[in-house]
């Protein structure tokens, strides 16, 4: 930091005790200005400190003759001003207004979080909104529906309404409007919450059926051929390859094993129940973490099932570890470099069953692939909504009272997925067969170059 400008002596009875410095203001730094303004401010306060007993004597009374004006100290290392904050665009920012805007009520949040989806609220709807899209992006909003599938069909059949109740204007035709007018219904429901890589491969491939649609067809001969591609594609690509991940999944699973799955996973589930039904004597540990608790649910469907499990919590990992004859567990999407991207946990799940050589397995279907190549959960991610409730036994707490919420110095954050490296990862049951983790950007060959 530059040294702070020498000050000019002036005799008791000289000019006013806020000296100007010996550059000008444009020659100066900013902290070299921001020096100035603090010691002009101290020789006000000096000078109304020193005027205040004067003024209580009346006009008439004695005047100070000059008030003293206070020499600043030059800032060393340990005593050097604090640097203003610096924006995501890499440029200096005011302290003072840095300093207003929790006062102004903005949201906070950290800068280096800040490029993570937020939960908020559906804004109001821009455009020609269909009220079928409305109570979607409402539900995706409250995480009221959650899981790469379960989005992905309702997402689709939210569509099919849509396209229903379309008209094809005059003097157009239904292949090139109809992708027009399904545009701001997409980014409604990307306001409401970002979207997954099950609902972009969908809409990828609606688009290109309604691109390809015959323009010569009538309107509602073209829409019935939409809806038997969307019904096609759900029951192909996420029902169908259920199946086929459930009964290879389940052949892995032998007489005696203990079952390690983390969070919830609709086809982990389905995969489970089918190997109970088939006779197989097992055991599940089921491991959760806060926030969402998604455990809670599969725990209750396997109990009702007649499945013995066992329920721990993500810190508890390293306890039953060496107990565990294989890991299970599901997939949010699936990189061409192998990484699996799923709710925030399952890196460490499977890291710590890779450390005690516990081969760990991924159910996922090919509908989830992407081509990207994603390193870490931290260029891409997703912040779960807040509200984790600390529960002590007895309750002698409302609900309301143990919610944690945002505080004035309290910023919760909730990452809502996670990368597992390859190397982690054993195999990946596929409804093509079971992929080993290296071998992942095989799977649009085996495809056709379909996704």
Do not use: W
């Not at 035709?173 to 099950?198: C, F, K, W």
């Amino acid at each position: 930091m530059a040294p702070a400008p020498l000050l000019p002596v002036h005799p008791p009875n000289g000019p006013d005790p806020i000296v100007q410095p010996q550059k000008s203001q444009k020659q100066m730094t900013k902290a070299e200005r921001r020096e100035l303004q603090e010691r002009q401010r101290a020789a006000k306060a000096a000078a109304k400190s020193a005027a205040g007993p004067a003024g209580n004597q009346g006009k008439g009374g004695a005047k100070p003759s000059a008030p003293p004006t206070p020499v600043p100290k030059k800032p060393g290392k340990s005593e050097a001003l604090p640097k203003p904050p610096l924006t995501p665009g890499g440029r200096t920012k005011d302290r003072s207004a840095s300093i207003s805007e929790p006062a102004a009520g903005n949201a906070r949040g950290l800068r280096i979080f800040s490029h993570f989806g937020l939960p908020k609220p559906v804004s109001v709807a821009k455009g020609d909104i269909h009220p079928a899209i409305l109570r979607l992006a409402l539900q995706f909003s409250n995480f009221k529906i959650t899981g790469g599938n379960a989005r992905c069909i309702a997402t689709l059949t939210a569509f099919k309404t849509v396209i229903q109740d379309y008209t094809t204007p005059p003097n157009t035709t239904l292949s090139r409007h109809l992708m027009t007018y399904l545009s701001p219904q997409i980014s409604h429901l990307v306001a409401a919450r970002p979207m997954s890589v099950t609902m972009g491969n969908a809409i990828r491939q609606l688009k290109l059926e309604i691109s390809g649609s015959d323009i010569d067809l009538p309107e509602q001969d073209a829409k019935n051929a939409l809806f038997q591609k969307i019904d096609t594609y759900i029951r192909d690509r996420i029902l169908i390859a259920d199946q086929v991940i459930e009964e290879t999944a389940g052949n892995k699973i032998k007489d005696g094993d203990v079952i390690l799955t983390f969070a919830r996973s609709s086809v982990v589930q389905k995969v489970l129940l089918g190997a109970h039904e088939q006779g197989r004597q097992f055991s599940v540990i089921v491991v959760d973490s806060r926030p969402m608790m998604e455990g809670k649910k599969l725990l209750s469907v396997l109990a009702t099932a007649g499945i013995k499990c066992t329920y721990v919590l993500l810190p508890a990992v390293g306890a039953v570890i060496n107990e565990v004859s294989m890991v299970l567990v599901g997939a949010h999407s699936i990189h061409s470099n192998g990484a699996v991207y799923s709710r925030a946990g399952t890196a460490l799940v499977a890291m710590m069953a890779r450390q005690h050589s516990v081969p760990v397995v991924v159910c996922c279907e090919t509908y989830k692939y992407s081509e990207s190549v994603q390193l870490d959960s931290f260029t891409k991610n997703e912040l779960a909504p807040v509200g984790d409730q600390f529960c002590p036994f007895p309750l002698v707490k409302s609900p309301s009272d143990l919610t944690l919420q945002n505080r004035a110095r309290l910023e919760i954050l909730n990452p809502l997925y996670d990368l597992t490296p390859p190397t982690c990862i054993t195999a990946v049951v596929t409804e093509v067969g079971v992929v080993p983790s290296n071998s992942i950007s095989s799977i649009p060959i085996a495809l056709g170059r379909l996704l």
